[in-house]
């Protein structure tokens, strides 16, 4: 059965501060990984990784992919109370059953 | 702003009651799909929708009934559903079944009494 593991599943940290969430996977027939920022309803889109080893960079936010260990993680820096939303991490497969295989989110607070 | 606009954002009804839930994506996109948001569970794939074939349902309850009348517009039709199908209903879109990169409307909170 597919799976994604997030970690922590909640994250209280003060403004200014970095943080690192985890997203782990195991997938039969990887295609892609995903992150998304989920505020108070519709997951809007960060991220997608497919090559290992190459981080990706918006702002303060970046990503990096680890095919051969199986995880991904998501740093951001600097971190302000608009950065407060649980964050998705979601599995492309392909093959037969092409989907998205959601972890349950991590939530993270930025206190002022 | 996504593009992709759901109705109602909230919806209350009664076990007997039959309701629908709209979908709407503006971006050209080929491929539509629901997905239910649980507390404390991850995202669930409910149905999948290319160029207006159904392509995926995963085993859902036949209380829960989709339709795709074009590209743009998915319906969710509800009927005698049970309490534990109170959830956050979400619509996504992207440019064809194969891209991974979906786009999430606000959802619609569902309660069923």
């Known amino acids: 059965e597919d799976k994604v593991v997030q970690s922590p599943l909640s994250l209280v940290v003060h403004e200014g501060d970095t943080v690192t969430l985890n997203c782990s996977y195991e997938v039969t027939n990887f295609r892609s990984l995903l992150w998304y920022k989920q505020e108070k309803k519709a997951p809007t889109f960060l991220f997608m990784l497919?090559?290992?080893?190459i981080e990706k960079k918006s702002g303060r936010l970046s990503s990096i992919l680890d095919k051969k260990e199986l995880f991904s993680i998501l740093n951001i820096t600097a971190t302000q109370t608009g950065d407060s939303a649980i964050y998705l991490c979601a599995v492309g497969t392909q093959g037969g059953s092409e989907k998205l295989v959601f972890g349950k989110g991590t939530k993270l607070t930025v206190n002022p | 702003e996504t593009g992709v606009t759901q109705t109602p954002r909230h919806l209350v009804m009664g076990m007997t009651n039959k309701k629908s839930l709209k979908c709407e994506q503006h971006?050209?996109?080929?491929?539509m799909y629901w997905y239910k948001q649980s507390a404390k569970k991850p995202l669930e794939l409910m149905f999948v929708y290319s160029l207006e074939e159904r392509v995926e349902n995963n085993s859902v309850p036949s209380r829960f009934s989709p339709e795709c009348p074009n590209s743009s517009h998915l319906f969710l039709h509800l009927h005698t559903l049970q309490p534990e199908d109170s959830a956050l209903y979400l619509c996504a879109s992207s440019q064809d079944y194969s891209t991974d990169t979906q786009y999430f409307g606000p959802g619609t909170r569902l309660t069923v009494l």
């Open positions: 497919t090559s290992s080893g």
């Open positions: 971006l050209g996109h080929n491929a």
